[in-house]
Each structure stands twice: as structure tokens, then as C-alpha cells.
């Protein structure tokens, strides 16, 4: 009888203990996103969840503001609900923000329970939470992202903010089309979003979807900033930018892959086809900072959470007109090492 035989080990190391492969990475420049399952096992996923659930539990909604945080298209002007102190102090903070339909009209009355009734948790998660630290900057994952940060260019990868985004059933809000460095601008856009699907997303529950290739055609031509509004309050508006031929052209090692390139018709919003992004609870996907995307409502029965956190290059410049900010200056941003 032949010797049983035994299966040799792959041959095709597992990308996230050697970072991103040749193949993610050539996928992340050329696409503006790449799509990378199996980051996070399920028991990890399965605790993240829980830690949430204890989050919307346990805060309290006696002193709390009512912030709503809009995600419908209030892409032209300042928005009076978002520029409040509440949303603009929340840097360093882990703070609560409600669904645009969480309230009965006129009335700060609840239309479900709160934790229900969240649209996202934000922006300090990675420094208050130490599951949250876990999966950003600290012990091997946190390893792991320096590693993929340095592999994606960045000289000193400086992570910024981090939220979970609910998108509970039934009442989740859209997310209208936008790129990333509009939020968290720097003088030369270098913005990169780590998303991680916490549930299954799917077109059912508003999963993301992409314009492939935008961000190699949709320089970043406006961001928001901190406001004075009417009346004197601080609050937020969008800045139109100066779009150079130096905009787009991060991060670095991309640069000779633009050379000789044929000057792209410029992308706009409103002609470009999105393409979905659905995947199981546990993926990652790396999105570029000039990137398209967008995610529709989730009127399903099923929820779709996910965490995410973004990082910009320490060595460009992040300026205080930018609407997140934190105590110490932009030089407190949160390291990303070890890669
Ligand atoms: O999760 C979503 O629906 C949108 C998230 C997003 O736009 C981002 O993380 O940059
Ligand atoms: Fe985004």
C-alpha cells in the first residue's frame, strides 16, 4: 500500500502575516481600494461586537447632546446639526451620534431604543479601547498595519481617527459619494482608510461599493474645515482647494506609475459607476484617499458593522483650519510602528 500522503504546506503564504502581496498592492494603486478577506478570524469579530454592544448600552443619554450626524447630501454648505461642539470636540473622545432618523420630527424623542438608534461611534476609539488599540496600532495586528502602511508608501503612517459605523437595521443612513482626504486633508491628499466588516456586508444591508480607478482621475478639490457660522458659533463648511499636479500623486512609489500616463478625463461624482463591495465579517479593505465611495441605506432585518480607522502621512502638512483636531497638535497623532 502507497505511503498516505501528506499535504504539503501552501505555497502561497498568507497575506496577512507577510503584509500585502505583489497582486494586493498592484490591485490598491491601479483600483484605489483593495479587498482583503479573512483579516480578522470570527471569535475576534464575535468579541469586537460585544464590546459595541456594551459601548451602546452602557452610555448615557441623559447629558447627551442629541447630536445628529448627517449622512444625507449636505455636501454644499455648512450643516448647523454636525458643526457643533459635541461632533467638533470628539477628537480625542469616544462619542455617540445619532441616526438622522433616530428622532420624531421636532422632538428629541427617541424612535427606538439607543442602541438602535446609533449611525457611528467616534473618532478616539483606538485609544480609549483596548480591543479597538488591538486591531489598529497595537501588539501583532497593530504590527501588521505599520507593515501594510509602509508597504502603501508612507514614511510615517500617523493614525487619525477611528469610529465604528452601525449601520443598524432598518434605519442605517446612507453614505453619499466621497473621498476620504476631502475629511482629512493634508497639503498634499495622503489619506488611507482601513475599513474591517465586523458583520457580513452586503448590497441587502448597504455594503460599500467603489468607482474603480477615481482616484486616479478626482484630485481632491475641496475639504472641510472648521467655521465661524452665522450668529458666531463654531461650526463646519467645505473649502474649495487648490488642485495642483501634486494633488493626487501620493503615495510615494506610485508616482512612476503616473509617468507618461495619458492625462485622465477628470472623474466627477455624478458619472462615475460604483461597483459593490460585498464581503464576510472579518474582511479588510485598504481605500485610498482620493477613492469614490459610497454605501446606500440598510432597511434590512441585518445588521452591518464595521470599524474603521485612517491614517495620513506625518511628514505632509495637516493644518488647524482642518475640522479634526486634537489636544498637542497633529504631532499627537497616534504612531503607526513596528512595520
Ligand atoms: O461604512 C460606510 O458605509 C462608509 C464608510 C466610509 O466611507 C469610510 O470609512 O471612509
Ligand atoms: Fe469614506
Not at 459605523?165 to 475629511?183: L, M, N, R, W, Y
Request: proline share 7%.
Amino acid at each position: 500500500m502507497p505511503p498516505s500522503r501528506v499535504a504539503s504546506p501552501p505555497t502561497d503564504p498568507q497575506p496577512l502575516t507577510n503584509g500585502l502581496t505583489p497582486k494586493q498592492l498592484q490591485q490598491f494603486h491601479t483600483d484605489g481600494y483593495v479587498i482583503i478577506p479573512d483579516y480578522l478570524d470570527q471569535s475576534r469579530c464575535t468579541a469586537l461586537l460585544s464590546t459595541i454592544s456594551t459601548l451602546l448600552h452602557d452610555f448615557p443619554l441623559k447629558d447627551h447632546p442629541m447630536t445628529k450626524f448627517s449622512t444625507g447630501s449636505s455636501s454644499s454648505s455648512s450643516s448647523a446639526h454636525v458643526g457643533d461642539t459635541y461632533f467638533l470636540t470628539s477628537g480625542d473622545q469616544v462619542r455617540f451620534f445619532f441616526e438622522e432618523d433616530a428622532f420624531s420630527q421636532h422632538s428629541p424623542v427617541l424612535t427606538r431604543p439607543k442602541e438602535r438608534a446609533i449611525n457611528k461611534i467616534g473618532h478616539a476609539l483606538h485609544t480609549h479601547i483596548p480591543a479597538f488599540a488591538a486591531i489598529s496600532h497595537t501588539g501583532p495586528t497593530g504590527q501588521l498595519n505599520a507593515k501594510m502602511a509602509s508597504q502603501l508608501g508612507f514614511h510615517d503612517p500617523r493614525l487619525l481617527q477611528s469610529m465604528v459605523i452601525c449601520k443598524q437595521p432598518e434605519i442605517g443612513g446612507a453614505v453619499p459619494p466621497h473621498q476620504d482626504s476631502t475629511f482629512l486633508y493634508t497639503r498634499r491628499p495622503s489619506a488611507v482608510g482601513f475599513w474591517i466588516a465586523l458583520e457580513d456586508a452586503t448590497a441587502e444591508n448597504g455594503c460599500l461599493s467603489f468607482a474603480r480607478g477615481s482616484h486616479r482621475r478626482t484630485p481632491v478639490s475641496r475639504r472641510f474645515v472648521r467655521a465661524t457660522e452665522e450668529g458666531g458659533g463654531e461650526g463646519t463648511a467645505f473649502e474649495d482647494v487648490e488642485v495642483g499636479d501634486e494633488a493626487a500623486r501620493w503615495p510615494r512609489g506610485f508616482e512612476h506609475e503616473r509617468e507618461g500616463e495619458e492625462k485622465e478625463k477628470q472623474g466627477s461624482e455624478a458619472e462615475e459607476e460604483y461597483e459593490l463591495g460585498e464581503v464576510n465579517a472579518g474582511t479588510l479593505v485598504l481605500i485610498h484617499g482620493n477613492l469614490l465611495h459610497k454605501s446606500e441605506k440598510n432597511p434590512s432585518q441585518k445588521g452591518r458593522m464595521i470599524y474603521t480607522f485612517h491614517v495620513i502621512e506625518g511628514e505632509e502638512q495637516y493644518d488647524e483650519k482642518n475640522w479634526l483636531q486634537i489636544p498637542g497638535g497633529p504631532e499627537a497623532f497616534t504612531k503607526l510602528e513596528g512595520g
